[in-house]
Structures are given as structure tokens and as C-alpha cells.
């Protein structure tokens, strides 16, 4: 498949102007993703179509906690990413793209389709596990035809992507889950070979598109949990984004070639009530705890709207439309 968002020199050589790396690539080579070819200067995917991880998952996964609770989506991803981070919890596939594709199995955006409507309790299509941009133009033509059948499109991003092609997808895209890794550019530098002010640009730019946006960030021992600049985050978050923006602070675990031991609780906890004198909704994950900072309390009155066990949900106190049944706040969730 060749792909959008690039510009071809006198010498075949190719800009590719998807992502904010915007990588110079020669005839026969790709770009920093390892995904995107330069085929006698036209880009092409080497994976368009593969579908490497798929499954029906519980909507809470992605995570999302505030859009269709307690509903599932059908969740797709591919090979390939344009960060190289050295903690990747997906890096078998993020960190991996086969050098051929014969063999492999080429989807059809109709087929996935047709497949996400067969699933039972199933209300979309969730791009997901690598990082969706790397199948761009596969993302498009299938969340377009998914938009015409009436599922919901939702996009579980690193957020490092140029503003012309998120604009395209802001179009088709209901709601996203953006990871922002850490409010350090020296951070992204180091350990995730990106920068920060892209993805803050991203989740600016989600915010003024009117799409449902949620925050995930991955606490990391001794790289990204300093109080300060975490206070900054939430801040930041709070001024820029709205200070009822869902945010998740999730526990890492040693993965790839990060072995720092995984996050404390107390670290956990400690991040979490930081972060709630900004925001109205924050979330602890991956602590497989249900004491604190899984279940969701309204903001007006405090009553606790929606419990959850693992990802299993229950709407206590909300009504139909995501408003508090005992105050009338919200909407706090969206449900329709």
C-alpha cells in the first residue's frame, strides 16, 4: 500500500511527513518506524494489513474508563512503532516488523469490519497494542467504513504524530487514549528516542477536536516518577486540557531491556493524590488493588457512580445519559 504524508526529492529520496521525526529516507530503506519503504521513491508499508494481536476486549483494557463503560471492543494492532522505548510492554510486536509479509495473512478493512459487527456486546474497533499510526492509511479506510456501519472508532496512541494527519483522523477517530510518558524531554530523548512537545501537541489539538481523550501514564522507578515533574504534568493537564480530564497512573513492570523494579504503591499513591488536587478523575492501574483509585465518585457529591472489580464494572449511581442519579452532575461518562 503507499502511504499519504511524504514528499519525494529529485533523487527519489523521500520526507516522510507522518510523524514529527520526519525522516529522511533513502530508495530501499525505511524510516525510523522500520515500517515505511522508500520503493523508487514512493512509501510504502512493508506490514499494511497484517494484523498481529487481536481480541474482544473489556473497554477498561485500553484503558478507557469513561466511555462505554462496561461495554467491550474488538481490538486490533499490527507491527512497528515509531518510539523505541526501552520499557515497551509490547515490544514482541511494537519492536518487530517482518521483513517480508509473504506469508502473513493481509486483512481487508471490509473483513474486520464485518467481523466487529458479527462479535456480540461488541461497539467498535479499537487500534491498538503498537502503535496505530504505522498502519495510517489502514486505520483510515477501516475506521471509515466502521463509521458508516455505526461502530465507534477508538485509538490507543503514543501521540507522536504530525498535526495534519491527526486532523484526518480526529474526523473518524470517537475516542483516544494518548500515553504521555513523562513531562522530561530528556526522558523521551533517552528512553523512548522521541520528544514531548509533539505529544503535547496531540493532546492539545484532541481536546479542541471535541473527541473524547483519556491519559495514561506509566510510572517508571527513579526515570519519571520525580514529584515535581509530575506536579508539572498535572498541572499542565489541568490548564491546557481541563481539570476533568481522565487520567490513569499505572504501575510498570520490567519489561524489554528495563529491569528497574516495578512501581511501589506507596509511589502509586502517592502520584495519585498529587494528581487529584488538579483533576477530578484519576486512576490507579495495573496495581490489581480495589482500595483506592479504581472506582469513579462523582464530583459534585461525592457518591461513588461506577464500581469496578478488575474489568468488571458496575454503573452504580449513574443514569442513562452519564449523569449522577443523587446530584444530576455530569455528564460524567459518555453512554450515548
Known amino acids: 500500500m503507499i502511504t499519504k504524508y511524504y514528499n519525494t526529492n529529485d533523487n527519489n529520496s523521500i520526507i516522510c511527513e507522518l510523524c514529527p521525526h520526519n525522516c529522511h529516507i533513502k530508495v530501499d530503506k525505511t524510516g525510523i518506524c522500520g515500517v515505511r519503504r522508500n520503493v523508487n521513491g514512493n512509501l510504502e508499508i512493508l506490514s499494511s494489513g497484517i494484523i498481529a494481536s487481536s481480541g474482544l476486549d ?3 483494557k485500553k ?8 461495554h467491550k471492543i474488538y481490538s486490533i ?20 516488523v517482518p521483513e517480508r509479509s509473504n506469508g502473513f495473512r493481509h486483512n481487508q478493512p471490509a473483513d474486520l469490519v464485518a467481523k ?19 498502519f ?51 526522558f523521551y530523548k533517552e528512553l523512548t528516542g522521541g520528544r514531548l512537545n509533539p505529544v503535547l501537541n496531540t493532546l492539545s489539538r484532541i481536546k479542541e477536536s471535541g473527541k473524547h481523550l483519556e491519559i495514561s501514564f506509566l ?10 515533574d509530575s506536579l508539572a504534568m498535572f498541572n499542565w493537564i489541568a490548564t491546557n486540557l481541563g481539570e476533568d480530564t481522565i487520567l490513569h497512573i499505572n ?20 502520584l495519585y493524590e498529587l494528581a487529584k488536587t ?4 484519576v486512576y490507579i492501574g495495573n496495581l490489581h488493588s480495589e482500595e483506592i483509585g479504581c472506582n469513579t465518585q462523582c464530583p459534585s457529591c461525592s457518591a461513588t457512580v461506577i464500581k469496578r472489580s478488575g474489568y468488571h464494572t458496575s454503573l452504580s449511581a449513574l443514569d442513562s445519559k452519564g449523569y449522577c442519579k443523587i446530584c444530576g452532575y455530569g455528564p460524567i461518562v459518555i453512554l450515548d
Open 58 to 60: 473489556p473497554i477498561e
Open 63 to 70: 484503558p478507557l474508563y469513561h466511555y462505554y463503560p462496561g
Open 77 to 96: 494492532g499490527g507491527y512497528g512503532c515509531n518510539l523505541k522505548c526501552t520499557f515497551c510492554q509490547n515490544h514482541e510486536i511494537s519492536q518487530n
Open 116 to 134: 466487529a459487527k458479527f462479535l456480540p456486546e461488541n461497539i467498535g474497533i479499537a487500534y491498538t497494542y503498537n502503535e496505530p499510526t504505522m
Open 136 to 186: 495510517f492509511e489502514f486505520m483510515v479506510q477501516t475506521a471509515e467504513l466502521a463509521k458508516l456501519e455505526g461502530l465507534k472508532n477508538v485509538m490507543v496512541s503514543n501521540g507522536f504524530i504530525n498535526l495534519k494527519p491527526l486532523d484526518e483522523l480526529t474526523e473518524l477517530i470517537d475516542a483516544f487514549n494518548i500515553d504521555l510518558k513523562s513531562f522530561s524531554d530528556n
Open 219 to 228: 510510572v517508571i522507578p527513579t526515570k519519571n516518577d520525580s514529584l515535581d
Open 251 to 270: 504501575k510498570y513492570y520490567p519489561a524489554y531491556k528495563m529491569q528497574v523494579h516495578p512501581t511501589s504503591t506507596s509511589t502509586l499513591v502517592e
Open 278 to 281: 488538579k483533576l477530578k478523575f
